[in-house]
């Protein structure tokens, strides 16, 4: 669940609007933002508005109608960024074995260039 979650990580004070973001997209169920160091030309972070750890956590505690809106709207920022015909990738890190900074779930969007094979 969300008993975890750190309501001071650097997303959570985005969210509030404690410290400053480059958006890219709003709305009821994400913010996008540019991220602060870019590993490709678009390196976007789609986090969802409610508190949620890990892909696992918000798989278990967000609503279908959430997931929907989180990977709809994650759908139309990449296709607002033309990234549809050149491709693009979509990723969570999620824990220590993967590296997570940031204990707010979120999506990278990365694209704008050919991406180094995965897993880099
Ligand atoms: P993670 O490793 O948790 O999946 O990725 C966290 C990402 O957040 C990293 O790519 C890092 O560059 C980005 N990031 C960390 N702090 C900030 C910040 O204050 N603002 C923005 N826009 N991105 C951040």
Request: contains cysteine; charged residues 20%.
């Amino acid at each position: 669940g969300t008993g975890s979650y750190d309501p001071d990580n650097i997303f959570a004070k985005i969210l509030r609007g404690d410290i400053p973001c480059k958006k890219v997209f709003e709305n009821e169920w994400v913010l996008a933002f540019h991220d602060i160091a870019p590993k490709a030309p678009v390196h976007v972070l789609i986090i969802p508005k409610k508190a949620y750890v890990s892909f696992i956590d918000f798989s278990k505690n967000a609503s279908v109608e959430e997931i929907a809106g989180v990977m709809q709207s994650a759908g139309r920022i990449a296709a607002d960024l033309h990234l549809e015909q050149a491709g693009y990738r979509l990723i969570t890190n999620a824990g220590q074995n993967a590296g997570q900074e940031v204990p707010h779930f979120h999506l990278h969007l990365m694209g704008g260039k050919a991406l180094p094979a995965f897993p880099a």
